[in-house]
């Protein structure tokens, strides 16, 4: 039996949940699931497949693979085939991809993302600063 009081003005429901309040509390859950898992497929897009990472300052190379630029420019020290394909590729040169910086960030300050990865980034990301200001 649910029972409604009112205080001041305000009502309180008391008691079992109906079905329907039951019911709208489960798909409230499975949508935050769901927004979840699509945030976290989202994210697997923009990690870099040599360091499994966030990318931090992503490049993409001939083939249109995504990667972080320094692990790119040190696997091509050594190699001159893509990471991803083990394919020869035609240029070891690098394209800076600033929208897909942009949209790591909007996904890292959105907060929705695990701390422990966001952490990681962060630290990544003030270390470049860090190694930028250096060198100029």
């Not at 040169?93 to 942009?102: D, G, L, N, Q």
Request: hydrophobic share 35%; glycine share 6%; proline share 4%.
């Amino acid at each position: 039996m649910v029972i409604l009081h009112k205080f001041v003005g305000v009502s309180v429901m008391t008691g079992p949940a109906t079905k329907r309040q039951r019911s709208s509390e489960m798909a409230g859950e499975k949508q935050e699931r769901d927004a979840g898992a699509t945030i976290n497929a989202v994210a697997a897009d923009f990690r870099c497949s040599i360091t499994s990472e966030l990318v931090v300052e992503p490049v993409t190379t001939c083939d249109g693979h995504l990667y972080e630029r320094a692990a790119i420019e040190k696997w091509f020290e050594t190699n001159s085939t893509s990471p991803n394909t083990g394919e020869r590729l035609k240029s070891k040169t690098v394209v800076p991809s600033p929208v897909i910086k942009s949209a790591v960030e909007r996904l890292v300050f959105s907060g929705c993302l695990e701390s422990e990865e966001t952490g990681t980034w962060f630290l990544r990301n003030a270390l470049l600063h860090l190694d930028c200001n250096k060198k100029v």
